[in-house]
């Protein structure tokens, strides 16, 4: 077929993986949103908040309505909130927010990610008694 063809593939599926992933994470968002506030954006500003994202990631409208739906079903996996505290290099108390629907892999993989940066994770309480919560910071993934 040609360099020309290759090139355009390449080009092609790199959107087409990155838009895969975004949707997906976005459809999550959307379950959540709906889950806690209902199927409404008028009266739910989360769902409202989450739809914005996602015209702005052009996510198509037949999508974004079709989460919707799948979220107010039965079968639709439960998400829940979990925080982990722990410390990082140098004693910095760390909190972990983390939505998911499996705990168990969620607190190996908060774990491996404490001992890889030399820091451990500490028990429920133990970090909580010493802060109130001001901001979130999030951090996008390097690589590397």
Not at 35 to 49: I, M, V
Not at 108 to 128: C, E, P, W
Request: with cysteine; hydrophobic share 35%; net charge positive.
């Amino acid at each position: 077929m040609g360099r020309a063809f290759e090139y355009r593939k390449a080009t092609k599926l790199k959107r087409w993986g990155h838009m895969a992933k975004t949707f997906t994470r976005l459809g999550k968002q959307i379950a959540i949103a709906v889950k806690a506030g209902g199927p409404e954006p008028e009266n739910n500003p989360s769902l409202r908040s989450v739809i914005a994202v996602c015209k702005r990631e052009n996510m198509p409208k037949d999508n974004i309505e079709r989460a919707i739906k799948n979220a107010m079903g039965k079968d639709q996996s439960e998400y829940k909130s979990v925080t982990y505290e722990g410390y990082g290099p140098h004693g910095v108390a760390v909190f972990v927010d983390t939505l998911t629907d499996n705990t168990t892999r969620t607190v190996a993989d908060v774990r491996s990610i404490f001992n890889k940066f030399n820091g451990n994770m500490g028990t429920t309480g133990s970090l909580a008694f010493l802060f109130d919560h001001k901001c979130v910071f999030t951090f996008k993934k390097r690589m590397a």
